[in-house]
Nanobody, 114 residues
Framework: VQLVESGGGLVQPGGSLRLSCAAS????????MGWYRQAPGKQRELVAVISSGGSANYADSVKGRFTISRDNAKNTVYLQMNSLKPEDTAVYYC?????????WGRGTQVTVSS
């Protein structure tokens, strides 16, 4: 099983980034996929999740700015991040969930700074 995040980097406040998470080794379409983040000195927190059918939920802090989507044909989940703020700075992790097991990626760094 592999979850490989990409698309992180340094961006100015107000800018945008698109994160991708490429999955392999499990039945992607059957899993709930999520993005989480962890800032230095803080606990990991949920950013957004999307069901196998495409229903999405977001943390209040990112509603209206971030959009999660998935392409089951490509085994990939995305996180479009707009209007980025310095407080969005964190390592962003991809997670795959079923009723029985969860898988995590290794994360990608997002830094929002001028």
């Amino acid at each position: 099983v592999q979850l490989v995040e990409s698309g992180g980097g340094l961006v100015q406040p107000g800018g945008s980034l698109r994160l991708s998470c490429a999955a392999s080794g499990f039945t992607f379409g059957s899993y709930v996929m999520g993005w989480y983040r962890q800032a230095p000195g803080k606990q990991r927190e949920l950013v957004a999740v999307i069901s196998s059918g495409g229903s999405a939920n977001y943390a209040d802090s990112v509603k209206g700015r971030f959009t999660i989507s998935r392409d089951n044909a490509k085994n990939t989940v995305y996180l479009q991040m707009n209007s980025l703020k310095p407080e969005d700075t964190a390592v962003y992790y991809c997670k795959a969930n079923s009723r029985l097991i969860a898988y995590w990626g290794r994360g990608t760094q997002v830094t929002v700074s001028s």
